[in-house]
């Protein structure tokens, strides 16, 4: 008999299943599960046979009763802000250190980053602060502080030795991510910025189903400008438009390389089909702005510097600003006080 | 099983994103196909494949047959030119329209990829090289799990593991690397891909993503080196566009002249006719490729013998 392949038509029931507590499965879940947090769950026909029917059936169904207790710890967060791409390494934990320092830069800000990033997870080291530690208080985890003003929460801090791998299912991410949301003491803040891993599967759900109730102003995505890479951006767009997630605009990284020998530019990464641009037309997004490929946003990074305090002068700071104050428009909030013209 | 007829199964892996996963599975499956040998590609990056535009193919869909899926045939064997058959399989081929969104949680993940595992009819080839996605979670852990459980002994000879120079990126694939171990897959050696990028002006090589960090990581995981691979724009307007690669006389690189016209002209977005792995001959990637294709081929003999 052939194979069957359900068509995966199904992203709006997905969606539309908030998160619940995961029953304990006392069995890996079948092929055709319905998900042991849907409806369905213990009554589906792929449900007959299963071990895990009984625990399913009798798992407590409705929304999540977490899901008000995160509302209530993030109700002192004014900005929420997500940044995405359906692709890797185009610069999303990159532009999200620029983005955080950036508005870290008006001491009257405080800012929090949250890396969902589990199995990858950047953000410490291009913060500088990759062997922290999580300190865990009465009020909760506190997050690890870069600036007075600028703390960061991932699950590197969490690791023994730091290069463990995270192997992990689906369950297991959502929950700590859960626990990044619920259990961190993130005070009051203006912005909290929320780097994802690429793709589109549990972390996006679960950041998406999450903070629904609290509201996201919205989301940036990254992108590069070859059609390999908008091919997957295309497919984020995509989720956040089922997903009802307010994309702010469109970021293009790595447009063009100056040789630093004979100030040649090198479309590196061509746009052959237009680059972010394009997609921005064609998706009806704003752009927020091109990026030069600076091999030093690279080495910043790498040694967990801030890009715009070492390079102030070069053009990709020129650029970045220029796209930090376009988010800021897009989210309502005035170019001068995101980021003073100097 | 529709493994069965499959020599041997190479993974390629990384814990870091768009460092090359997919433009490196693609090159080694188009060295191992110039050597003569047959290849297949398993795509399961089921949120962001690349596979289909890689190889020019993205219209292409799967044939269903009895017993299974054909994964659709990039080239024929041509037995006089020495080139072997190359054929490919990925969820991009079963999508209606390709800017749709795949948005499946864990177990459905680990479905498709099981299902992909089990009823693509590969036939009898050589390689059958298996494209990731970045990470460590769904999708490796069942794709190691079901390779650990159905694969004959020895088919699985291991994995090729991607990075960029750069320490952000090596950070994630040490994480990779502490996989292999705890599942107990064979690192075959480490690539470094986007090491260094020469100018089509003035020659000038720019290591625009740091340069050493992958060769410095596989030492310290005591795996092999295979090898680092240059950014070349001429490589990627080849997959994009179709355009075969020419460079400027005194381009150098990893130390081997290729440089050919005069002129060259980077203008126009033609598509020149020929099968890409006809075309990719003339990349300056080309002869990389073949040491690294020829360092796996001869680490898989040695561990079988």
């Given at each position: 008999?052939?194979?069957?392949?359900?068509?995966?038509?199904?992203?709006?029931?997905?969606l539309?299943?908030?998160?619940?507590?995961?029953?304990?499965?006392?069995?890996?879940?079948?092929?055709h599960?319905?998900?042991?947090?849907?409806?369905?769950?213990?009554?589906?026909?792929?449900?007959?046979?299963?071990?895990?029917?009984?625990?399913?059936?009798?798992?407590?169904?409705?929304?999540?009763?977490?899901?008000?207790?995160?509302?209530?710890?993030?109700?002192?967060?004014?900005?929420?802000?997500?940044?995405?791409?359906?692709?890797?390494?185009?610069?999303?934990?990159?532009?999200?250190?620029?983005?955080?320092?950036?508005?870290?830069?008006?001491?009257?800000?405080?800012?929090?980053?949250?890396?969902?990033?589990?199995?990858?997870?950047?953000?410490?080291?291009?913060?500088?602060?990759?062997?922290?530690?999580?300190?865990?208080?009465?009020?909760?985890?506190?997050?690890?502080?870069?600036?007075?003003?600028?703390?960061?929460?991932?699950?590197?801090?969490?690791?023994?030795?730091?290069?463990?791998?995270?192997?992990?299912?689906?369950?297991?991410?959502?929950?700590?991510?859960?626990?990044?949301?619920?259990?961190?003491?993130?005070?009051?803040?203006?912005y909290?910025?929320?780097?994802?891993?690429?793709?589109?599967?549990?972390?996006?759900?679960?950041?998406?189903?999450?903070?629904?109730?609290?509201?996201?102003?919205?989301?940036?995505?990254?992108?590069?400008?070859?059609?390999?890479?908008?091919?997957?951006?295309?497919k984020?767009?995509?989720?956040?438009?089922?997903?009802?997630?307010?994309?702010?605009?469109?970021?293009?990284?790595?447009?063009?390389?100056?040789?630093?020998?004979?100030t040649?530019?090198?479309?590196?990464?061509?746009?052959?089909t237009?680059?972010?641009?394009?997609?921005?037309?064609?998706?009806?997004?704003?752009?927020?702005?091109?990026?030069?490929?600076?091999?030093?946003?690279?080495?910043?990074?790498?040694?967990?510097?801030?890009?715009?305090?070492?390079y102030p002068?070069?053009?990709?700071?020129?650029?970045?600003?220029?796209?930090?104050?376009?988010?800021?428009?897009?989210?309502?909030?005035?170019?001068?006080?995101?980021?003073?013209?100097? | 099983?529709?493994?069965?007829?499959?020599?041997?199964?190479?993974?390629?892996l990384s814990?870091?994103?768009?460092?090359?996963?997919?433009?490196?599975?693609?090159?080694?499956?188009?060295?191992?196909?110039?050597?003569?040998?047959?290849?297949?590609?398993?795509?399961?990056?089921?949120?962001?494949?690349?596979?289909?535009?890689?190889?020019?193919?993205?219209?292409?869909?799967?044939?269903?047959?009895?017993?299974?899926?054909?994964?659709v045939?990039?080239?024929?064997?041509?037995?006089?030119?020495?080139?072997?058959?190359?054929s490919?399989?990925?969820?991009?081929?079963?999508?209606?329209?390709?800017?749709?969104?795949?948005?499946?949680?864990?177990?459905?993940?680990?479905?498709?990829?099981?299902?992909?595992?089990?009823?693509?009819?590969?036939?009898?080839?050589?390689?059958?090289?298996?494209?990731?996605?970045?990470?460590?979670?769904?999708?490796?852990?069942?794709?190691?799990?079901?390779?650990?459980?159905?694969?004959?002994?020895?088919?699985?000879?291991?994995?090729?593991?991607?990075?960029?120079?750069?320490?952000?990126?090596?950070?994630?694939?040490?994480?990779?690397?502490n996989?292999?171990?705890?599942?107990?897959?064979?690192?075959?050696?480490?690539?470094?891909?986007?090491?260094?990028?020469?100018?089509?002006?003035?020659?000038?090589?720019?290591?625009?993503?740091?340069?050493?960090?992958?060769?410095?990581?596989?030492?310290?995981?005591?795996?092999?080196?295979?090898?680092r691979?240059?950014?070349?724009?001429?490589?990627?307007?080849?997959?994009?566009?179709?355009?075969?690669?020419?460079?400027?006389?005194?381009?150098?690189?990893?130390?081997?002249?290729?440089?050919?016209?005069?002129?060259?002209?980077?203008?126009?977005?033609?598509?020149?006719?020929?099968q890409?792995?006809?075309?990719y001959?003339?990349?300056?990637?080309?002869?990389?490729?073949?040491?690294?294709?020829?360092?796996?081929?001869?680490?898989?003999e040695?561990?079988?013998?």
């Amino acid at each position: 008999m052939a194979p069957s392949l359900e068509a995966p038509d199904n992203v709006e029931d997905v969606l539309d299943n908030p998160l619940k507590t995961s029953p304990n499965l006392v069995a890996p879940e079948p092929e055709h599960c319905p998900g042991p947090e849907s409806e369905a769950a213990g009554k589906a026909d792929s449900c007959a046979g299963c071990p895990n029917q009984a625990i399913c059936a009798s798992a407590p169904k409705g929304p999540d009763p977490d899901i008000p207790l995160i509302t209530e710890r993030l109700s002192g967060i004014k900005h929420k802000v997500l940044i995405l791409s359906g692709k890797g390494g185009v610069g999303k934990s990159t532009f999200t250190t620029l983005l955080a320092h950036a508005f870290a830069t008006n001491e009257d800000n405080t800012v929090g980053v949250m890396d969902t990033d589990i199995c990858g997870p950047s953000i410490p080291k291009m913060m500088g602060v990759e062997t922290e530690t999580i300190h865990v208080s009465g009020a909760g985890w506190s997050p690890v502080w870069v600036l007075d003003n600028l703390g960061v929460m991932s699950i590197q801090f969490m690791l023994p030795n730091k290069d463990d791998a995270i192997i992990w299912r689906g369950p297991k991410k959502n929950g700590l991510i859960k626990q990044f949301l619920k259990d961190v003491e993130w005070g009051e803040m203006d912005y909290l910025l929320v780097d994802t891993p690429p793709g589109t599967s549990d972390e996006h759900l679960s950041v998406n189903s999450f903070l629904k109730e609290s509201g996201v102003d919205g989301a940036v995505v990254v992108t590069t400008p070859q059609e390999v890479a908008l091919l997957d951006v295309r497919k984020e767009i995509d989720f956040c438009r089922k997903a009802g997630i307010k994309v702010l605009g469109i970021v293009e990284n790595m447009s063009g390389f100056v040789c630093p020998k004979c100030t040649h530019e090198s479309q590196i990464f061509k746009a052959t089909t237009g680059g972010a641009r394009g997609l921005a037309k064609e998706m009806n997004i704003p752009f927020l702005g091109a990026v030069p490929l600076d091999p030093r946003i690279g080495l910043a990074a790498d040694y967990g510097e801030s890009f715009f305090d070492a390079y102030p002068d070069s053009p990709a700071c020129t650029a970045l600003k220029g796209v930090v104050r376009r988010v800021g428009e897009e989210m309502g909030i005035k170019a001068e006080v995101i980021l003073p013209e100097d | 099983m529709s493994l069965d007829n499959v020599k041997n199964i190479v993974l390629v892996l990384s814990g870091k994103g768009g460092v090359g996963k997919s433009s490196v599975t693609t090159q080694l499956a188009l060295s191992l196909s110039l050597a003569g040998h047959s290849v297949g590609i398993l795509d399961i990056d089921l949120t962001g494949p690349s596979i289909p535009r890689l190889f020019g193919i993205e219209t292409a869909t799967v044939t269903q047959a009895p017993g299974g899926w054909i994964p659709v045939p990039v080239h024929a064997a041509n037995p006089t030119a020495g080139i072997g058959s190359l054929s490919c399989m990925s969820l991009g081929f079963l999508l209606r329209e390709r800017g749709d969104a795949v948005v499946w949680r864990g177990p459905k993940k680990t479905a498709m990829v099981r299902q992909f595992l089990t009823d693509v009819l590969w036939g009898e080839i050589d390689y059958l090289l298996i494209d990731t996605p970045p990470g460590t979670s769904d999708e490796h852990i069942s794709l190691a799990e079901t390779l650990l459980k159905n694969a004959l002994p020895g088919q699985v000879a291991g994995a090729v593991v991607v990075t960029t120079p750069q320490a952000v990126a090596t950070a994630d694939v040490k994480k990779e690397l502490n996989f292999c171990v705890k599942t107990g897959i064979n690192v075959i050696g480490v690539v470094e891909n986007m090491s260094g990028f020469v100018c089509p002006n003035c020659s000038e090589c720019t290591n625009i993503f740091s340069k050493g960090g992958g060769e410095v990581m596989a030492m310290d995981f005591k795996v092999k080196f295979l090898g680092r691979v240059p950014i070349d724009p001429q490589f990627i307007m080849l997959v994009e566009t179709g355009r075969r690669p020419v460079y400027p006389i005194g381009t150098e690189i990893n130390g081997l002249d290729v440089g050919r016209s005069e002129v060259v002209d980077n203008s126009g977005d033609y598509k020149d006719p020929g099968q890409l792995v006809e075309k990719y001959k003339d990349c300056s990637l080309c002869p990389i490729f073949k040491d690294i294709a020829r360092d796996v081929v001869n680490d898989i003999e040695s561990t079988k013998s």
